[in-house]
Each structure stands twice: as C-alpha cells, then as structure tokens.
C-alpha cells in the first residue's frame, strides 16, 4: 500500500464525499475514485458503501481509517525529524520540547538550567502550548520530549520518567466563603453557584457538553475566575502564579497530578536521553513543587 493511496482514501472518510475529497488533494474526481477502486480491488475488501446521494464507511474502512491516520502521521513524523536533524548542522536548536504553558514552570527552569550545565548539552527549544497539544506535537515529530501531566494527558506510546506528584487546589476569586476554609472536597465545588468549572477542548477541537465558560489557556481561565464566572481545579503549583486577587484551596479527593517526562518509544536520540537522565537526576530535592 502506498502512502499516496493511504491520503487520498483518509481524504475520503473524511469527507465522506468524493467531490470534496478531491478539491482538498487538488486533484480531479475521477482519478481519485479509480484509485479508491483499485484499493479494493487489492485489499480484497469494500472500504466504502457508495449510493448516489451518500457515502459511507464499511466496517473495513473504518478500520483502515483509523490505521491510515496513525501511518500518515508516523510518516509525516519521521520526515519532520529528519529534516530538523538535517539543520541541526546549520545553527538551530535540535532537541524541542514542549510543555502546557504555565505548567510545571519551576520545574522547567531547573531542568533547562540542569541540562545546559551539562558537558555536550544541546540547544533546547522550548514550545508553550494549550491543554492536550502536547502528545499530539511529541506524535507528530514537531517535538521530542515533553512534560506531560497524568492523568490528564495520554502517555500512550511514550516512554515515561516520573518527575513528581503533587495535590490539587481549587481557585477562586479572593473573599469568596470558601476561601475561608483549609480544605474542600469536590462535592463543595460542584454546588458553588455561579462558578462552574471550565470546558476544555478535546484532542479533536471540540468543547464537551457542559455549563462551564470554553477556555483555551491558563490566562483565559484566570481571568473568567476573576470575574466571577468560574472556577478552577488545578495542581497545586499554580499557587505561585496567581495573582492577588485569586485564591487556592486545597481540595482533598482531588485525583493527585503526577509529572512526567515523556518521548516517543523508538526515540534514538542522545540529547532525548541525556535531558531524561538530567530530569531524573533532580529529583527529589528539585521537584517537591513541580
């Protein structure tokens, strides 16, 4: 099978319109059918159920679907690290890794200062994203290691070092009564009024159902805390980052947030090993807060 045929028929399920399909590869419709065809024909199964109005998948094509888009992107990956181990040679940075922005920022400082006072250390660029973009750059070969935060990003198909656990707080605008007390369970905060916690995207874009505010960045969720129009269940080393007029709580069944740093598997890479050995060296008197 080759990767042409894999795009045009990903290209296809996902449109589930051929017509579509081929304006997005920018090739004609009928080329692009024939080749869906000859697939078939090879595979020696029905990929798609086709009417003259619709067109659906056959249980096979579903299958081929969801293992044509982890083929592409493992192909799309090895070219983008090929590339970038090829201008290694011009100047750029050559280990990039990416974190949640405003997470584990203690822990990043160190781990950055640590590695660079290390013999042969290599130029590390730094990538700050949104929640759950992580895995998918570290998948896509836009990265190479990452600082992931259990159990709310996937480790799936990482290799992983524990760097830290740590507790969640809830935050709220500074005076509100709960603010007052030493700790909070969840049940305290799914009955505040008025402060539902937030909605984060999904992997694929989209918002969950839900009465919370949609959020796509810390300073986002921080400003609708301010003004009173959520809340926020967070690891307890956000408290360093908050501003005056916010406020943290311990909440006390609260899943624990355990820090890891995560690459890919089949990782070959001695810079990826050495800043994993790096990271693994600072703890436990470097991480107690990550």
Known sequence: METRELRYFVAVAEELHFGRAAQRLGIAQPPLSRAIQQLERRLGAALLDRTSRTVSLTEAGGVLLAEGRAALDAVDAAERR???????????????????????????????????????????????????????????GRADVALLHRPFDSTAGFDTE???????????????????????????IAALPGLPLPRWPDPDGSYPPGPGPQVRDHAQL???????????????????????DLAAVPVLDAPAVTTVIAWPSHSRSRAVADLVRTAARLQPEALDRT
Request: proline share 7%; charged share 20%; aromatic share 0%.
């Open 222 to 244: 921080l400003q609708l805390v301010s003004l009173g129009r959520a809340c926020a269940v967070s690891p307890e080393s956000c408290r360093a980052q908050l501003p005056g």
């Open 162 to 188: 524990e760097l830290g656990t740590e507790g969640q707080v809830v935050i709220l605008p500074s005076g509100h009564p709960l603010t007052a007390r030493a700790h909070v369970h969840m049940a305290d």
């Open 82 to 140: 090929a590339r970038r181990a090829a201008l290694s040679a011009t100047g750029r940075p050559d280990l990039v890794l990416v974190t949640k922005a405003s997470a584990s920022r203690e822990l990043l400082a160190k781990l950055l200062d640590a590695y660079a006072a290390e013999p042969g250390a290599a130029p590390v660029d730094v990538i700050l994203c949104g929640p759950a973009e992580q895995g998918r750059l570290l998948r896509d």
